[in-house]
């Protein structure tokens, strides 16, 4: 079945260390989106790959980065994690931007200790 | 400042009613909706979306109405059955998906 797997799906780090999350998915789709959810709250959106064209949301802290080596897979990278960053992260894809359906991943639920 | 407002962050219905979730929006300009559907441990599933140039969209026991006037739309489920215990997401595509908070659904055999 095409998806979208998130890898892993419980992270553990320390304050201040860096920590990638995974992404691939089977879809071939163009768009890959990165998400942070926090209890409670609504998704915010944190940023967006359309093929390799990266977007970033205006309010996305400098700490929070992501790559896209190839149209399967795509990473966020927190590079100094702190107490406020603990939350779900969830990706997603699209076949093209705007109004298309999105399709998510699991999650990867993120602690910060 | 939230664009997209769920204001039930809970809903407890009984198998075989109707479940009725709201939401409401800002900004007059937002076209496209969509209802998004989460169970617990997974990602969000899409469920059904309306244009602005409807006023409602059916899709089997789902059907989604929307009031621009009013900026309202509602998510409408009838029959309620167990299986759609679960959080309900309303959001709009303008540019990028922005989400409400979510409404759980709690549905009572």
């Known amino acids: 079945d095409a998806m979208v797997i998130q890898n892993p799906r419980y992270q553990v780090t320390q304050f201040g260390k860096p920590v990638t999350l995974s992404c691939s998915q089977t879809l071939n789709h163009n768009v890959m989106y990165w998400y942070q959810q926090k209890s409670s709250q609504a998704p915010k959106l944190l940023f967006h790959?359309?093929?390799?064209?990266?977007?970033n949301e205006a309010d996305t802290p400098d700490n929070f980065q992501s790559r896209r080596p190839n149209t399967s897979f795509c990473f966020l990278d927190i590079r100094s994690p702190g107490l406020g960053d603990a939350a779900m992260y969830l990706c997603a894809t699209s076949n093209s931007g705007g109004a298309s359906e999105q399709f998510f991943g699991p999650g990867t639920r993120l602690t910060v200790l | 400042d939230q664009q997209v407002k769920q204001n039930s962050p809970s809903l407890s219905v009984q198998e075989g009613r109707i479940s009725i979730l709201n939401c409401d929006y800002t900004?007059?300009?937002?076209?496209?909706f969509l209802w998004y559907k989460k169970y617990p441990a997974e990602g969000p599933t899409f469920l059904i979306s309306i244009s602005s140039i409807k006023d409602k969209n059916e899709d089997g026991r789902f059907t989604v109405f929307l009031n621009k006037s009013a900026k309202h739309l509602s998510l409408h489920i009838v029959p309620s059955q167990p299986g759609d215990s679960a959080v309900y997401f309303c959001?709009?595509?303008?540019?990028?998906?922005?989400f409400g908070q979510g409404t759980i659904l709690t549905v009572h055999p």
């Open positions: 900004n007059s300009m937002f076209d496209y």
């Open positions: 959001a709009t595509s303008y540019g990028k998906l922005t």
């Open positions: 790959y359309y093929d390799k064209d990266f977007n």
